[in-house]
C-alpha cells in the first residue's frame, strides 16, 4: 500500500438543526451558524472525491473569514413536518494500492434510521462505482421537525478547512484508465464539391446561346 507523503488534509462531520426560521434562507443561516460555519466563507464542493491526504480529526473553531471547502447535505420542513440531512466519508485503496477518501450526501423527508440506511447505500455504490476498498468510514445524520407556520432546515456538513488554504500543496493521483474516457480525434468533415447549378430560365424565356469553350 502506497502512503502520501503530503501533509494530511484534517476534516471533519458536523450536523445542526434549525426549526425556526422564518423562511428557507432564514433557517439555512441559523443551520449555518448552529454548524459553527456563520463567520466562514464557504466553497460548496460537488463530486465524490476527496482531497489526497484526507484526514478525519476533532472539529475546531474556525476565524472569522476563513475560506473552507464545505461537501453540504441539507433538507428542508415546514410547519409540522419532518426532513433529514447526512454527509458520510470512506478512507480506501485502489487495486493498484493508491490511498483515496470518498463522500457521499444525501437529503430526504424521511427520519434519522431510513435516511442513515440510505446514506450507506450511496456511500457503497460510489464505492462500488470506481472499484474501491473501504478501509474505514463515517456517517452523520441529523433529523429536524419544522415549528408551527415555520420554516425547519436540518443541515450536515464535511468540513475541510485547509484544503483551499493559499500556499497549501496539494496533489494529484494518478490517472486511472478504466475509469477515465480517452478523448477520441474527432472525424474529419467531409466536404462534398457539386457542379455549379444551371441558370434558372423562366417560361418562354429564350435560349442563350452563348458558347463558353475556351
Request: aromatic share 4%.
Amino acid at each position: 500500500m502506497q502512503s502520501s507523503n503530503t501533509p494530511t488534509c484534517p476534516g471533519w462531520l458536523m450536523t445542526a438543526v434549525a426549526p425556526w426560521g422564518e423562511n428557507a434562507e432564514d433557517a439555512f443561516d441559523q443551520g449555518l451558524v448552529e454548524l459553527g460555519l456563520g463567520d466562514v466563507r464557504l466553497i460548496q464542493a460537488q463530486g465524490a472525491m476527496l482531497p489526497l491526504g484526507f484526514e478525519a480529526t476533532p472539529p475546531r473553531p474556525l476565524a472569522m473569514g476563513t475560506l473552507a471547502e464545505c461537501h453540504l447535505a441539507t433538507s428542508y420542513a415546514w410547519n409540522g413536518s419532518s426532513a433529514s440531512a447526512g454527509v458520510a466519508w470512506a478512507t480506501c485503496v485502489t487495486p493498484e494500492g493508491d490511498e483515496c477518501a470518498i463522500v457521499a450526501t444525501i437529503a430526504t423527508d424521511l427520519d434519522y434510521e431510513e435516511t442513515v440506511v440510505l446514506l450507506r447505500r450511496n456511500l457503497q455504490r460510489r464505492l462500488a462505482s470506481r472499484d474501491l476498498e473501504v478501509v474505514q468510514f463515517d456517517v452523520a445524520v441529523d433529523e429536524v421537525t419544522a415549528g408551527q407556520d415555520h420554516h425547519g432546515v436540518a443541515v450536515a456538513a464535511l468540513i475541510l478547512p485547509d484544503s483551499l488554504s493559499l500556499g497549501a500543496r496539494t496533489r494529484t493521483g494518478p490517472v486511472r484508465g478504466g475509469l477515465t474516457r480517452t478523448a477520441a480525434p474527432e472525424p474529419r468533415k467531409r466536404v462534398d464539391t457539386k457542379a455549379p447549378a444551371a441558370p434558372a430560365r423562366r417560361p418562354g424565356q429564350p435560349k442563350n446561346n452563348h458558347d463558353f469553350t475556351l
